[in-house]
Every structure is written in structure tokens, then in C-alpha cells.
């Protein structure tokens, strides 16, 4: 978010302003989270009754933060004798250094306040305003410590509040007063520890420490997962800055569910979405595979262990139903948000095998596809047995539950996102495009799987020959000739919503576009319509709903181009690609080198910079990977029979790229890429690479 500083581990963060402080609004997604739950809403430091400004701030490393601080505001700042650096650190506690100093020629009186205050509001409250609390708060006051809880029936949240130095301790916060000599300096330890008793005494948040590393291991911890991925080299200083970002920003973002000992899954992204997602996770892990595939067994493991099992009217689950989302929050556990785990998303099963296969071309990992084989299949069959909701060989969607379920189940997932170009709304059950795609391409990688690895080429058969009844099936139904693109997606009656979308790109990467058509959709994906000169917006500009700053309706999403290159590389249009990674890596200087979730559709002429969106989240797991396949994508790089296959196009302005010791089933291997001019596809272009898709 613009204006405030983040320090992360996991799903445990910290959301404050430029100096340090917190001081949360209901509907504000600042404060100290863990698990979906805000343990800080009030943090408040103040010397002699004056709130601090920050001079400068250090947040280099994403778990620690230093804010270098001065009384008073930045326009009446004068020289001050007074100074102090908080210095915090996230783990599974926070621990905040306070050091104030006196440069000053004599002694001086302080008066050091901290305000602390907590709302235990559940992420669900904080986004949707939700004011009332159910259960009762309680405050406990100790000579040593600060205990701020929450109780509702069985659920019972705690932060305890303690210093390293004496203070007098109230209902609000704490004291310091002191007395400093000239060029001396004070110091204490602030520590808020996150509780969640149980009935039986436990604490669960005492498993999570288990599983977490020691705090002063971190900065070793994010050396050695910086130092295992392969090492970029380039002479273009805004990859190579969005490059390390990615990196860390990857880092700090996975986390450690219980039910896996420690093995850590990428959380979907600040503020929001600090928790496993079924569809995020799995397009970061395909993003990324190249880089960091040690994230991609976890997070099929755990997938595959919350798949669904039973038909749930509340939860959208089906037997084999790969979840959306799974929460740990009061909503959640008293069921007023179907989160634990809820399975409304129609593209995670697909996605699920499409992500079991990939990784094997690139590991040679048989064990993991031998192991998952029946969540496999499981995810294969709910494509086939209930996905269909209207029996015409769709993956279709409509959620159950009323009150609280997703209406729209794709990763367009707002509620006005599927639209006719009139901006009329579709009916339910709907069917998106790109859903297809995936459905398609599940079926031609599990052939593979079951004819190679499972000893079941009757069952490879058979998934081919769907696989190629759906893609004629498809061309037909979704196909507006005399537009020459594919709709966004079919109403429940069948008739095609004729919206020009970005979704269109994603059937490129899937391989379901015959070639002959492929010339007509990239001349819409890379049109004025469709491409802002930054990357190709959500929604074509001339649709009724087209909005700039629409969460899905005109917004420029970098995960989303990140796919829509990598299908154009496919089809053998490596310039396009190259424009798309051009633009993409550019708008990235713009935001410090760090990619956000999404930024404004307007033309790149006419506002000459990417326009932020206003409640954009930061890092986004997903955002963090399109760097990584934008770079797999320029280089060209797929697996192919036990190798790895290179065919480097670079845009205009990129002389080098090199990346260094790529892991995979051939050891280590490094690609090198010189800029050359990129010959154009011609109309007998098929797909790119070819080796497994066709």
C-alpha cells in the first residue's frame, strides 16, 4: 500500500507507516497479523508527547526494518538533540530495538511512550468494514508485562507485551522516563508474542515456533535461498533489480503450514491473501519452477491433502476439487466465511495436474507423480463428473452457497468481471475460456503421466481423445469468426459473452488455439485495444466495463502477461513476447523494482509512467514470479527428453542476459541470450515449444 512500510515472515507481517508507527482504522489493513487474525492495531511512539518522523528507512531485508527517527514533522524540522532508531525484526514474535539518543550539550528529561492497543479484528472484518466484535476483549496488567485478549466461545486470541527495561505498564500501553546525559544513548527491547490458547491449555502458535527457524538464523536462511537460485546476469540494471526483489519477496512469502513439519508453500500475497491459495500457489510454482522448485512438491503435497472428499453445499466442495483457499481466522472458525478450507475455484484441479507434469519434464521427479497419482486422477474426474454442470463438456461454475460463496470462480474473480461488451452480466452456471484451455492442457500432460509413469495407456488413450473432442469442441462454441477472437466466456445458456478480454492470452500457453488462428488473437492481445504499452490490460478498451483502474476490468496484471508471453513464445511469436517483458520489466522501476498485484490500464503516451492501483497488494507471490518466467520466456527455455532446450529472443534495448546454474533433471546448466533480431512467425508456425503439448 503507498505510504506504509511491510516486514514479513510468512503469514505473520506488519503494516505500519513511515516511522514505525500503528494506528489502525477498521477498515484498514495495517497492523500486526498473523493467521488472518490483527494482534496490533495501536503501536504509537511518542518522546516528550511528540509522534516521531522518519529520516530515512532501511527495509533491505523483508523481515527486518529500521526507522531512523527525529521528533516532530519533516516541515518544521530543526536540528534535533534528540534522535532514536527502531530497529524491528518479524518472526513468529515481534521484536522491536528502541535505541534514543542525546547529542545535545546537556542532560535532557524524556518522556518515552509506546500506545499499544488490539482489535483481534479478522482480516474478513478489516476488508469488508465490518465493526462489531461478538465475543468480549479483556486487558491484564502485570509489572513486567502488557496481556491484551480476545475471547469468543472456544476462540481466544492474546498478545503480550513485555520490555527489556523497567516501565510503568497501564491499559494503553507503557513509560519510560529518563534521564540522558549528553552524547549517551538509551536502549530496550519491545517484544509482542501472538497467542492462540486452546481449551486444553495448548497453544498452536507454539507448533508454528517449532517449525520456524531461529531469528538470527534469517539472514543466513535468505542468503542460501538467494544463493541456490540460479544467478542472473545482465546488462539491463531494472531485470537485474526485479530479479534479487522477486527473490526476496518469494522468501518472504512462504510459510509453514502445520500439517506439512516445516516444508514452506508460497502465501498469495499482502494484505489479503497471507495464506495458502489452491490457484495462486500453483501458477507461482509454474512461474518459478525454474528458479525455485523446491516450493512446487509442498505445495502439491498440501493441495493434494486438503482435496476435496465429499459434496458440501457451504464450502463449493466436490470429491476432488482442488481447494481455492484455506483461512484461520474468527470468520472462518465460526463458519461465517466458508474458508477452512473453501473450494470455490474452477481452474486449481486442472492446474493441479497441469503443475505435476511440468514439474516432472524439469525434475525428473517420478516419485512425487507416483505418490499423487490418485489426487491426479481424483482432479481429473471432477473435471468430467462435476464440473460439467450442464452437460456439454465445460468446466462450468456456479456457486452453492448464496450467502457468502464466490459468484465468479475463475481468477477473475470480482463480481463484475465476466461481461457481455455491451456490459451486460451473464447468467450462472458460466463457463470462461481460459478454464478450458487449462482443462485441455490437463488432459494431454496426464496422457503423458499415465502412458509413462502410472502403466495405464488405456487411460492415456482415452484422456487424448477427450482432450482433442474438447479443443474442436471448443473452437466451435467460443469462436466469434467475424471478430477473430475467442469469447470471454459462454452464458449458462450457451451463447458466448463477446467481451475482448486478456483471457484470451492465457489459451496460447494452454496450446488449445489451432495455428491458423493464433495470427488473429495476438493481433488483438498486442492492438491499442488490448496492449497499454506497459502490458495487455484485463479488458479491451472500447468494452462497456473497460475502467483503467478496474480491479479485472482494464487493469494491467503483470502474473497475467507473465502467461500471455509465455503462450506467445509458444505459437512462435517471440517479438510480441518480447514487447510484453519489455514493458512489464520497465513499469517494475516505477514501483522500486518490486511488482504489484496490478497497476492502471491507461495508455502508456498519455500518462508516460504505470498509474498505481490504489489498493494493490504488495508483494504478490504471483507478481514476484512473472519476472522469473518473463526471463524463461525471453530465453527460451523448455525441457525437452531429459534436456534443456534454449532459444533465446531478446527485445530491443536488452544486449545480455545469462542465467546461471538452472536446476533441473540435467544437473545444473546455464542459458546465455544476445540480442538478435527475432525472425516473425509465418502462417505454418505451430505451437512453441512442441514437445509434450501436440
Request: hydrophobic share 40%; net charge negative.
Amino acid at each position: 500500500m503507498p505510504g506504509t512500510v511491510s516486514c514479513i515472515d510468512g503469514n505473520t507481517f506488519i503494516v505500519s507507516d513511515p516511522s514505525g508507527d500503528v494506528d489502525a482504522a477498521p477498515a484498514t489493513p495495517v497492523g500486526l497479523f498473523t493467521a488472518d487474525t490483527r494482534y496490533l492495531s495501536r503501536w504509537i511512539l511518542t518522546i516528550n508527547g511528540e509522534r516521531m518522523t522518519a529520516l530515512s528507512v532501511d527495509d533491505s531485508q523483508y523481515f527486518e526494518v529500521a526507522f531512523f527517527l527525529v521528533p516532530g514533522g519533516q516541515v518544521d524540522y530543526v536540528q534535533a538533540d534528540v534522535s532514536a532508531i527502531r530497529r524491528r525484526r518479524i518472526g513468529p514474535e515481534l521484536t522491536e530495538s528502541l535505541t534514543v539518543f542525546n547529542y545535545g550539550e546537556t542532560d535532557v528529561e524524556l518522556d518515552v511512550r509506546l500506545e499499544v492497543a488490539a482489535d483481534f479484528a479478522d482480516i474478513f472484518d478489516i476488508k469488508f468494514d465490518v465493526r462489531e466484535k461478538v465475543g468480549s476483549h479483556y486487558v491484564q496488567v502485570e509489572a513486567d508485562e502488557l496481556r491484551l485478549g480476545y475471547r469468543r466461545g472456544t476462540y481466544q486470541r492474546e498478545v503480550c507485551v513485555t520490555a527489556s527495561e523497567p516501565a510503568t505498564i497501564d491499559s494503553t500501553g507503557m513509560r519510560f522516563r529518563l534521564r540522558l546525559p549528553p552524547g549517551e544513548h538509551w536502549s530496550t527491547q519491545l517484544r509482542a508474542t501472538m497467542r492462540a490458547p486452546r481449551s486444553d491449555g495448548r497453544d498452536w502458535r507454539d507448533a508454528v515456533r517449532a517449525l520456524r527457524p531461529d531469528e538470527s538464523t534469517l539472514p543466513d536462511t535468505l542468503r542460501e535461498w538467494i544463493a541456490t537460485a540460479p544467478q542472473l546476469d545482465t546488462d539491463n540494471t531494472a531485470l537485474q533489480q526485479l530479479y534479487h526483489r522477486s527473490l526476496v519477496d518469494l522468501a518472504a512469502l512462504r510459510f509453514a503450514p502445520l500439517s506439512l513439519g516445516g516444508a514452506t508453500v508460497p502465501a498469495a500475497g499482502l494484505p489479503w491473501f497471507m495464506t495458502l491459495f489452491g490457484r495462486d500457489s500453483l501458477l507461482t510454482c509454474l512461474q518459478t519452477l525454474h528458479v525455485t522448485p523446491s516450493m512446487t512438491p509442498p505445495t502439491l503435497r498440501i493441495l493434494g491433502l486438503l482435496q476435496g472428499v465429499r459434496t458440501d453445499e457451504t464450502l463449493d466442495e466436490d470429491p476432488g476439487r482442488i481447494p481455492h483457499e484455506l483461512r484461520y481466522g474468527e470468520s472462518a472458525a465460526f463458519e461465517e466465511q466458508p474458508h477452512s478450507p473453501y473450494y470455490g475455484t474452477v481452474d486449481a484441479s486442472p492446474l493441479f495436474v497441469i503443475l505435476l507434469d511440468e514439474y516432472e519434464r524439469w525434475t525428473g521427479d517420478r516419485a512425487l507423480v507416483m505418490e499423487l497419482e490418485k489426487e491426479a486422477r481424483a482432479a481429473l474426474d471432477w473435471i468430467d463428473q462435476y464440473a460439467d454442470l450442464t452437460s456439454t463438456g465445460y468446466v462450468w461454475y456456479e456457486t452453492r452457497n448464496r450467502r457468502a460463496g464466490l459468484e465468479n470462480q475463475c481468477w477473475k474473480d470480482s463480481w463484475d468481471s465476466m461481461s457481455y461488451a455491451d456490459g451486460r452480466l451473464p447468467g450462472f452456471p458460466r463457463a470462461t475460456c481460459e478454464v478450458q484451455g487449462y482443462a485441455y492442457d490437463a488432459k494431454i500432460r496426464a496422457a503423458r503421466l499415465a502412458r509413462t509413469f502410472w502403466d495405464d495407456p488405456a487411460f492415456a488413450d482415452r484422456l487424448e481423445r477427450e482432450a482433442a473432442a474438447l479443443k474442436d469442441r471448443f473452437n466451435q462454441d467460443f469462436w466469434l469468426d467475424d471478430r477473430g477472437y475467442y469469447a470471454i466466456a459462454l452464458d449458462h445458456d450457451g451463447t458466448p459473452c463477446d467481451a475482448l478480454s486478456s483471457n484470451i492470452g492465457h489459451l496460447l500457453w494452454s496450446g488449445i488455439v489451432p495455428p491458423d488462428r493464433a495470427p488473429r488473437v495476438v493481433e488483438h492481445l498486442m492492438g491499442p485495444a488490448l496492449y497499454s504499452g506497459w502490458g495487455v490490460r484485463t479488458l479491451a478498451e472500447g468494452q462497456s466495463r473497460y475502467n483503467p483502474l478496474g480491479y479485472h476490468n482494464g487493469t494491467v496484471w503483470p502474473f497475467d502477461n507473465s502467461f500471455i508471453a509465455w503462450g506467445l513464445r509458444r505459437y512462435g511469436f517471440a517479438a510480441e513476447a518480447g514487447r510484453i517483458a519489455h514493458g512489464i520489466i520497465d513499469a517494475a522501476t516505477y514501483f522500486h523494482g518490486r511488482l504489484p498485484e496490478a497497476f492502471g490500464g491507461f495508455d502508456r503516451l498519455t500518462t508516460r509512467y504505470p498509474v498505481r492501483y490504489p489498493t494493490a497488494g504488495s508483494p504478490q507471490a504471483w507478481s514476484s514470479g512473472a519476472s522469473l518466467l518473463l526471463i524463461r520466456t525471453m530465453l527460451g527455455m523448455d525441457p525437452h527428453e531429459g534436456h534443456l532446450v534454449v532459444e533465446p529472443a531478446l527485445p530491443p534495448g536488452y544486449g545480455r542476459i545469462a542465467l546461471l546454474d538452472i536446476p533441473g533433471r540435467w544437473g545444473k546448466v546455464d542459458a546465455f541470450a544476445r540480442h538478435r533480431p527475432v525472425r516473425p512467425p509465418t502462417e505454418d508456425s505451430g505451437p512453441y515449444p512442441t514437445p509434450v503439448l501436440e
